[in-house]
């Protein structure tokens, strides 16, 4: 997340400025390279590997390709097989140019290996969350043959990219046993030239009696009445100004608007896979960050056309809040503000549910929820640490500082197992139709009550023997007492709720915090740091931070 980066070095020139005809994709060369560019296994980059969103990469750079898609694919098949996963596959795409080549190459696997498996009808595209709520939806009640998903997207990167994910039939993301699981598998077919994978061609595995093409999003549609209280919304005649971005919620909007009878402007209805219309994020690259003041510099020109403006990315698993009173919110304030308002507006949820937050969101968080009396879990970066509470209930939220959270039913019981922007836009919208307030101006009066947030995010360059360092340190390596002025109060490896890895430190003061995690792509290592005294209090944090850091991980103790 960049929108607080504070080294303005790091800022393109382009960045809030319309994409240049320049930068465009070529279409037909990413497509050619999906199908005729094969990966060199040599090179660890053109391997199958599973983060914590899927196997992601471009055609442009070797690194996800058709034999790629066609080898994940049959691992897949593989390990419902070797643990008795027999329902319907759900597979959804999002507007990604590689998204559609990608899905072919899947059907054509998935045909072969004769697994029932539904397709959003008529080629359409499906958000990441209507794919977790339909696999949740179709087991709701079931004790066996259980659904799963597969969802193909690379959430908001850049156009040239590619994603794919496997959801088990808990409907959230995999975690890493069974993404381990697969990508071993994948890597394995891969090195054997992909001799084990079974495959039909396409207009064959269309046919098949195992494909079947439904619509997934009215049935998703048709419930969201369920999770937030669009009656509420509706009788406030409150005006919604959408932006999809480009991207695969645009359907999704257009049939809320029809079936619920909101006012919702869709601003944008362009589908073009180069994202021609979007803005150009911090870096210089074309994204669908709904975060980025940069990429949402258009939306956020049209805030006073509407009460709130919403956004999200390409496969709507975030969310972009824009209001008059505050343009638009960073990730971490709206948060807060849902947090606090459906702790108080959902009479149905047990006290016993927890608020989930990652090590990195802000204390804000913290703060609202110690304030209503309710249960705090914070887990790593990921959003599958979220997928148990949520599924079972004993998680009533679960949010990430990067714009991505899920919430419950309001009768408590779950909704999606993975990141819904829908629902969290959608939420922006009661909380102004039930307050007279946007989340904007319920932020300003948390902060006038719990403090003042300073919260930024910065990079720092870092060898691939000092991340390693990072990932495995040990508190015990850090030997200061006092940070930024103030003693330190907890010195964590792991995350305080579950008491998983965090692949990396947080140190922790009366006043401040900050953490630091490696990077997996990139020469680099993040740090994400709070102030509740002053932004100088904020700068002393953060260089001190990066300091002790490095001594931590040095060659030289």
């Known amino acids: 997340m960049i929108h607080d980066m504070r080294e303005t070095g790091t800022i393109s020139p382009l960045a809030g400025k319309p994409a240049p005809r320049s930068m465009l994709i070529d279409l037909e060369r990413l497509e050619r390279e999906y199908y005729q560019r094969k990966p060199e296994l040599s090179d660890p980059a053109h391997l199958v590997s599973f983060g914590t969103s899927g196997h992601r990469g471009s055609s442009l750079r070797g690194s996800f390709n058709d034999a790629h898609i066609a080898a994940i694919t049959q691992a897949i098949c593989d ?34 290996n004769d697994v029932d498996t539904i397709l959003q009808r008529d080629a359409g595209v499906t958000p990441t969350p209507v794919i977790s709520w339909a696999v949740l939806a179709y087991n709701r009640g079931r004790q066996a043959h259980l659904a799963d998903g597969i969802v193909i997207t690379p959430s908001h990167n850049p156009p040239e990219d590619g994603g794919f994910k496997y959801d ?39 046919n098949r009696s195992t494909t079947h093409q439904r619509d997934f999003v009215l049935p998703y549609v048709q419930d969201l009445a369920n999770v937030v209280d669009l009656e509420r919304i509706r009788e406030a005649g409150l005006e919604l100004g959408v932006d999809p971005l480009g991207g695969a919620s645009k359907p ?43 990429a949402m510099a258009r939306v956020v020109a049209i805030k006073d056309k509407f009460r709130v403006v919403v956004a ?33 507006h959902r009479p149905g949820w047990p006290e016993h549910a927890a608020v989930g937050k990652t090590v990195v969101s802000s204390s804000m968080i913290d703060r609202v929820v110690a304030k209503l009396g309710r249960r705090l879990n914070e887990v790593p970066v990921g959003f ?39 629902i969290m836009d959608l939420l922006a919208a009661e909380i102004t139709a039930a307050t007279g307030k946007d989340p904007g101006e319920h932020y300003r009066a948390l902060q006038g009550e719990l403090g003042t947030s300073y919260y930024t995010r910065i990079d720092a360059p870092a060898s691939a023997e000092q991340k390693a360092r990072l990932k495995m340190l040990s508190p015990d390596a850090v030997r200061e007492q006092a940070l930024a002025g103030d003693p330190i109060i907890a010195k964590l490896t792991t995350a305080s709720g579950n008491g998983a890895p965090i692949d990396g430190l ?13 990077s997996g792509t990139e020469a680099i290592y993040k740090i994400y740091a709070e102030s509740f005294k002053s932004a100088a209090h904020l700068e002393a944090l953060v260089n001190e931070a990066q300091a002790l850091v490095d001594a931590a991980v040095s060659d030289h103790p």
Request: charged fraction near 20%; glycine fraction near 8%; include cysteine.
């Open 506 to 518: 947080k140190i922790v003061t009366a006043s401040g915090w900050f953490a630091a995690r490696p």
């Open 384 to 422: 599958k640490w979220f997928v148990p509470g949520l599924f079972d209930g004993s998680c009533c939220f679960g949010g990430e500082e990067s714009a991505g959270a899920s919430f419950l039913r309001r009768d408590a019981t779950v909704w999606a197992t993975d990141k819904d922007g829908i």
């Open 252 to 294: 999704v909007w257009e049939a809320i608007a029809a079936v619920h009878k909101l006012a919702i402007d869709v601003v944008n209805r362009a589908i073009d896979p180069t994202f021609s219309f979007m803005t150009v994020d911090h870096d210089g690259h074309i994204r669908t960050d709904p975060s980025s003041p940069y």
């Open 168 to 206: 088990p039939p808990n409907g959230g993301p995999a975690d890493v046993e069974v993404t381990a699981w697969i990508q071993d598998r994948a890597n394995g077919l891969l090195r054997a030239a992909n001799t084990g994978v079974k495959r039909t061609p396409f207009a064959t595995a269309l």
């Open 312 to 344: 999200n990315d390409a496969d709507a698993d975030r969310h972009g809040i824009v209001t008059r009173s505050a343009g638009l919110l960073n990730p971490n304030h709206y948060l807060t503000v849902a947090i606090h308002y459906l702790l108080m």
């Open 79 to 112: 390990y419902r097989r070797a643990h008795g996963i027999d329902g319907p596959l759900h597979m959804g795409k999002d507007t990604h140019g590689l998204s559609e080549p990608a899905q072919q190459t899947a059907l054509e696997v998935l045909a072969a």
